[in-house]
């Protein structure tokens, strides 16, 4: 029973440790959302800037399974090639070791408890407090629950000698390698069961400071779970286009060969981190190490620095090759076979990266607008051509009833899309976002019903020409001529609204945006007031009817442009 009792307080304590890394992530995420995604827009062919992105987003927001989560999904989401993601995932490896340096200097140097509660109380009162950095409160009251956390798994863990007999099982951490290898399998295992690689970092740590394992082992285990932390991105994998399942498969191999030469060269390894980190020879205590002697403090400095100096040598050992390695990883992974375009819409999403970052998921919705934008721009560009090569056309009808059929099916995949993204974006909504985020999702939702709105104007100007081939009303020549600047100006309009959905208007953006709106409207007016003319000069009443109610629908599409720049430049 007391068996039983221990492992619940210790069970009680990792999960306040875990409930507090969460609580930090989602404030830090919170409260730097937009910098966080602006710094992963910084994503360029600069592999050492990739790296460099990487890190810093990690040691943010304390989480290598989000950052590469939230690659994998950029990814599928081509907002990120595949060479890029493999600098952003070589640098996260590196930022994931600052929690264990945070956890070594501060969990285990001063007494937790005193820093942990007043922090669980700061927090709580900034948090709930009606002030513009309420998400920071959230962080420093996760930071005390993680410390919280450490503490009474630090307060189980070094009385759990005298419940359990060690004495059993202390054999595993003197038999060579295969105790490295013991330790590197436990690693693995917990990492993956617990998703975190800072959670299993944090446990081992405790345990080597209270010598239930040994300096080896313990450092065995690292390396191990830097292998089990690989399976988020393999789950974020599932689904997703090819590309995403390459980004995935970049963060196992590099994980796994960078354990692979590590393990045999571990002590050479351990020699290293001992000349780089102050204070005894760790590798000379633990020739004496005995089950039950604690190793204090400088072994968790120890372990701190091997995931540090490991992760950083095997970024700089695979960062000259990101080229090679992602042409590896695409033989290993080929491209599906062709297929036709498909007609029904599907936005691939991974529920858990929602649930732990829903504010870095909007950029995902922002590029599916942008591609949604595209598809009304392909029916425009459709309906130019269409307009231009009809005189041409012997069978005008069945032209035309082509392509209202195509733009019919167009229609349909752009109002699947709305419906989809919009009830994505209510379920990021459902996640508590910071206020700033809330005002651009409801941006984003009047931007997809307009798009939306395009495109059925788009079908409707598809319409109008089917009836005007039916009847025999086919525009002349001149008439024509007059609606090409005409329909230009609403092109160049789609054109500019295409290229700044996602990045904002600029003042020089906003200004042309307005030009085009005028001149579009005074183009109306010149084209409606020669459609009358010629109405009173004698010409077909019901042909000229159909001019002005397609210079009119061309219109409304760019009204509506100007509509979403408006909410663009806000």
Not at 420 to 435: D, G, H, M, S
Request: hydrophobic fraction near 45%; glycine fraction near 8%.
């Amino acid at each position: 029973m007391e068996i039983f009792s221990l492992l619940l307080r210790m069970t009680g304590g990792l999960c306040m440790f875990l409930f507090g890394m969460k609580v930090m992530s989602d404030g830090i995420q919170k409260s730097a959302g937009d910098r966080l995604r602006k710094t992963l827009n910084f994503m360029t062919g600069n592999r050492f800037a990739g790296a460099l992105t990487g890190f810093v987003v990690t040691a943010i927001i304390q989480s290598s399974s989000a950052t590469t989560v939230m690659v994998v999904s950029f990814v599928n989401a081509g907002l990120l090639t595949l060479a890029q993601s493999i600098g952003v995932i070589m640098g996260a490896n590196i930022g994931t070791t600052v929690t264990a340096w945070v956890v070594s200097l501060v969990g285990f140097s001063i007494k937790i408890a005193s820093l942990a509660l007043p922090s669980i109380g700061i927090g709580f009162i900034l948090s709930i407090v009606k002030w513009k950095h309420k998400s920071f409160g959230e962080f420093v009251m996760g930071f005390g629950f993680l410390f919280m956390g450490l503490h009474f798994l630090t307060q189980e863990m070094s009385s759990i000698n005298t419940i359990i007999n060690f004495e059993s099982i202390s054999g595993f951490s003197d038999m060579g390698v295969l105790s490295i290898l013991i330790g590197a399998g436990a690693g693995l295992l917990m990492t993956s069961l617990i998703h975190s690689s800072s959670a299993s970092t944090a446990i081992v740590l405790t345990m080597a400071f209270n010598g239930l394992i040994s300096y080896v082992m313990a450092a065995a285990f690292i390396l191990g779970a830097n292998i089990g932390t690989t399976i988020d991105a393999v789950l974020a994998s599932i689904g997703t286009k090819t590309a995403a399942k390459r980004s995935a498969l970049v963060h196992v191999l590099f994980n796994v060969i960078g354990t692979l030469w590590a393990l045999p060269l571990l002590i050479p390894l351990l020699k290293l981190v001992d000349i780089v980190t102050p204070g005894e020879s760790m590798l000379e205590a633990a020739k004496t190490w005995k089950l039950g002697t604690p190793l204090g403090f400088g072994v968790t400095t120890h372990l701190a620095m091997l995931h540090t100096v490991f992760n950083t040598i095997n970024t700089f050992l695979f960062l000259p090759f990101v080229k090679p390695f992602a042409k590896l990883v695409s033989l290993l992974i080929p491209e599906g076979k062709s297929k036709e375009e498909d007609i029904h819409y599907v936005f691939t999403t991974y529920s858990r990266a929602l649930a732990d970052t829903p504010e870095l998921n909007i950029i995902r919705v922002e590029k599916e607008i942008r591609d949604m934008a595209g598809v009304v721009s392909s029916m425009y560009a459709r309906f130019i051509l269409l307009l231009k090569d009809l005189h041409e056309v012997s069978d005008k009808e069945s032209a035309a009833v082509r392509f209202r059929e195509e733009m019919k099916q167009k229609e349909s995949y752009v109002d699947e899309m709305r419906e989809i993204l919009t009830a994505f974006l209510i379920e990021c909504t459902r996640r508590k976002l910071n206020p700033q985020s809330e005002r651009r999702v409801t941006r984003l939702l009047r931007v997809i019903s307009d798009i939306e709105e395009m495109s059925d104007e788009c079908y409707g100007i598809s319409c109008l020409l089917e009836r005007s081939a039916r009847k025999n009303r086919v525009f002349k020549k001149e008439e024509m001529d007059e609606l090409v600047p005409y329909v230009g100006l609403v092109e160049e309009f789609l054109a500019l609204l295409q290229e700044k959905l996602g990045q904002g208007m600029t003042i020089k953006s906003a200004i042309l945006a307005k030009k085009l709106e005028a001149d579009i409207g005074k183009s109306r007016k010149k084209l409606q007031k020669l459609s009358r003319k010629r109405i009173e000069a004698g010409k077909d009443v019901q042909t000229e009817l159909l001019f002005i109610d397609l210079v009119r629908r061309i219109e409304k599409l760019g009204d509506y442009c100007g509509n979403i720049t408006e909410k663009l430049s806000v």
